[in-house]
């Protein structure tokens, strides 16, 4: 039996299982700096931003100057706790993978540990290079967590590493993108008296890319 590579072991509606509000990290906090410190490298100044299956918080440092923050996600009530957005969309992506937004409109559109969980990524990243500025941004970042129920089997399937070609590919097949890269920063593993007491921290990946100009 040939297994469809976006099936997930939980088919139920996702409205249901991210109903209650998590108002807490999904990634620790030498991730959070590592994306912080890579959006002060690549988002320009005064952007306008979408943040993609966004929640209470966005990452964005703040000291980064940006114009607007638009979210879009599938609990309400975590949008609505994110101070960072200035409006926000409760869509579900898998059930609807069309932006509800004009083409050309943003600067920047992030997706921050949440790639796991596209059941139609080609639709989606094709929707995010219509809605990108020519020259803008697409960050996709992650790490090695997620809800196993609810992450796609061809995410399930493979390792850390190979998770990074599965996102380039994403983008590659998609078309309408360019220079499009990867970024690894993993933290050494503690050895020895030290592995006892220092906790283990959160590897950071993140692909990048460009919406390609006519």
């Given at each position: 039996?040939?297994?469809d590579?976006?099936?997930?072991?939980?088919e139920?509606?996702?409205?249901?299982?991210y109903?209650?509000?998590r108002?807490v990290?999904h990634i620790?906090?030498g991730?959070?700096?590592?994306?912080?410190?890579l959006?002060r490298?690549?988002?320009?100044?005064n952007?306008?931003?979408?943040?993609?299956?966004?929640s209470w918080?966005?990452?964005?440092?703040?000291?980064?100057p940006?114009?607007?923050?638009?979210?879009?996600?599938?609990?309400?009530a975590?949008l609505a706790a994110n101070?960072?957005?200035?409006?926000?969309?409760?869509?579900?992506?898998?059930?609807?993978?069309?932006?509800?937004?004009?083409?050309?409109?943003?600067?920047?559109?992030l997706?921050?540990?949440?790639?796991?969980y596209?059941?139609?990524p080609?639709?989606l990243?094709?929707?995010?290079?219509?809605?990108?500025?020519?020259?803008?941004?697409?960050?996709v970042s992650?790490?090695?967590?997620?809800?196993p129920?609810?992450?796609?089997?061809?995410?399930?399937?493979?390792?850390?590493e190979e998770?990074c070609?599965l996102?380039?590919?994403y983008?590659?097949?998609?078309?309408?993108?360019i220079?499009i890269r990867s970024?690894?920063?993993?933290a050494?593993?503690a050895?020895?008296l030290?592995?006892w007491f220092?906790p283990?921290?959160?590897?950071?990946?993140?692909?990048?890319?460009?919406?390609a100009?006519?």
């Amino acid at each position: 039996m040939v297994v469809d590579p976006f099936a997930r072991v939980d088919e139920g509606d996702d409205r249901l299982f991210y109903q209650a509000p998590r108002l807490v990290q999904h990634i620790d906090a030498g991730f959070i700096q590592t994306l912080q410190q890579l959006f002060r490298e690549v988002i320009p100044p005064n952007a306008v931003i979408l943040d993609l299956m966004s929640s209470w918080v966005s990452h964005l440092p703040e000291d980064l100057p940006v114009r607007q923050v638009i979210g879009l996600g599938l609990n309400a009530a975590e949008l609505a706790a994110n101070p960072q957005l200035e409006r926000f969309t409760v869509q579900n992506l898998n059930l609807d993978p069309y932006l509800p937004y004009p083409d050309a409109t943003f600067d920047v559109v992030l997706n921050t540990v949440s790639i796991q969980y596209v059941t139609r990524p080609l639709v989606l990243m094709g929707e995010v290079r219509r809605v990108l500025k020519p020259g803008g941004r697409a960050i996709v970042s992650f790490s090695n967590r997620m809800f196993p129920t609810k992450a796609v089997a061809v995410w399930r399937e493979r390792s850390d590493e190979e998770h990074c070609a599965l996102v380039m590919a994403y983008f590659e097949q998609c078309g309408g993108f360019i220079n499009i890269r990867s970024m690894r920063r993993v933290a050494p593993v503690a050895t020895g008296l030290a592995r006892w007491f220092v906790p283990a921290q959160d590897p950071f990946y993140a692909v990048m890319a460009e919406r390609a100009k006519p």
